[in-house]
T-cell receptor, first 111, second 117 residues
């Protein structure tokens, strides 16, 4: 079936690292994505990873993919107040072009 | 071309009325998607087009919903006989262009928020 699961909330202290986790069900997924949505704004692509990769790093963002466990994570180093948002994990199936999103993880930053 | 444009940004209507939303994708993108997002949820896939062809439609989409992309450029999403349960943000996204990033990622518009009274 088509399902992407995320925890609903994460609270971290400013300056710490944030790790947002996601699990998905389709082992044939080709691309996995992280999108960010700030209040009142549209979805903004943060990064994506192809399924033959284990890790991808882009400045403060590190994506880890464990295909065996169908687990994806997003690590944000040195979390800032501007990182407060909802983060969506998404996957793209190999057999279709639609992209399926999780319910999102709300990241809040405490001083 | 600065991105995906959606119009209107907000629509308030009475139950039973018809509404239409328009999406203008990034000009070189050949794929266009419609999603619906309700409070506290992720975007829910509705339908998508490759050029003017509608290739997939969600089973969740009732017959009151119809989407078109007549010339393979802009798209419209019409909801007939609106119900209160249709209240949501309707998101459009486009995909395509050259290079791996353009071909494999969705660029979203700001959305059209529908409130059905």
């Amino acid at each position: 079936g088509e399902d992407v699961e995320q925890s609903l909330f994460l609270s971290v202290r400013e300056g710490d690292s944030s790790v947002i986790n996601c699990t998905y069900t389709d082992s044939s997924s080709t691309y996995l994505y992280w999108y960010k949505q700030e209040p009142g704004a549209g979805l903004q692509l943060l990064t994506y990873i192809f399924s033959n990769m284990d890790m991808k790093q882009d400045q403060r963002l590190t994506v880890l993919l464990n295909k065996k466990d169908k687990h994806l994570s997003l690590r944000i180093a040195d979390t800032q107040t501007g990182d407060s948002a909802i983060y969506f994990c998404a996957e793209r199936y190999s057999s279709a072009s639609k992209i399926i999103f999780g319910s999102g993880t709300r990241l809040s930053i405490r001083p | 071309d600065t991105g995906v444009s959606q119009d209107p940004r907000h629509k308030i209507t009475k139950r039973g009325q018809n509404v239409t939303f328009r999406c203008d994708p990034i000009s070189e993108h050949n794929r266009l998607y419609w999603y619906r997002q309700t409070l506290g949820q992720g975007p829910e896939f509705l339908t998508y087009f490759q050029n003017e062809a509608q290739l997939e439609k969600s089973r969740l989409l009732s017959d009151r919903f119809s989407a078109e992309r007549p010339k393979g450029s802009f798209s419209t999403l019409e909801i007939q006989r609106t119900e209160q349960g249709d209240s949501a943000m309707y998101l459009c996204a486009s995909q395509g262009g050259t290079g791996s990033s353009g071909a494999n990622v969705l660029t979203f518009g700001a959305g059209s928020r529908l409130t059905v009274l």
